[in-house]
């Protein structure tokens, strides 16, 4: 192989190294956010443009990562999912792990009811969370050790 003719591995390094990547990175997490909670939301394209006041055509953009997000503009969207954003700075060689929990004692009852289903996600994109289903009991010790 000739010395100018770089490898995949390489090319990959030193693409991984430009602004892009990382940008290209981000876009692709949170449109699969935005997939993951129509899911859960049970909300469709057509639905999504609804609530944001937009042509079908643009959520297809926004879901393709055609879209160049501004924090308005993902608040927005996360808004019309019954979501938040939250934005982490993670430490480059870290990993993060994302826990969703409820806010309100109400919803204690609920958890008492019946499994709950948690999404934990260690740095890499929602498709690929592991789901963890527990007992109640489990859960009212969580919350126990947590109070």
């Known amino acids: 192989m000739s010395?100018?003719?770089?490898?995949?591995?390489?090319?990959?390094?030193?693409?991984?190294?430009?602004?892009a990547y990382d940008v290209e990175g981000v876009i692709l997490e949170f449109t699969e956010e935005i997939v993951a909670r129509m899911e859960a939301e049970g909300v469709s394209n057509a639905e999504l443009a609804k609530r944001l006041n937009a042509s079908p055509a643009y959520v297809t953009k926004v879901l393709r990562g055609s879209t160049n997000f501004t924090l308005e503009t993902m608040v927005k969207i996360a808004r019309a999912l019954n979501a938040d954003v939250r934005i982490h700075l993670q430490p480059i060689g870290t990993k993060t792990q994302w826990l969703d929990v409820w806010d309100a004692v109400e919803e204690v009852s609920a958890i008492q009811a019946e499994p709950l289903t948690w999404r934990r996600e260690c740095a890499l994109p929602a498709s690929a969370a592991t789901t963890v289903t527990t007992k109640p009991e489990a859960t009212n010790e969580a919350l126990a050790l947590a109070a």
Not at 3 to 12: A, D, E, M, Y
């Open 3 to 19: 010395s100018n003719k770089k490898t995949f591995k390489q090319l990959f390094e030193t693409a991984r190294k430009r602004l």
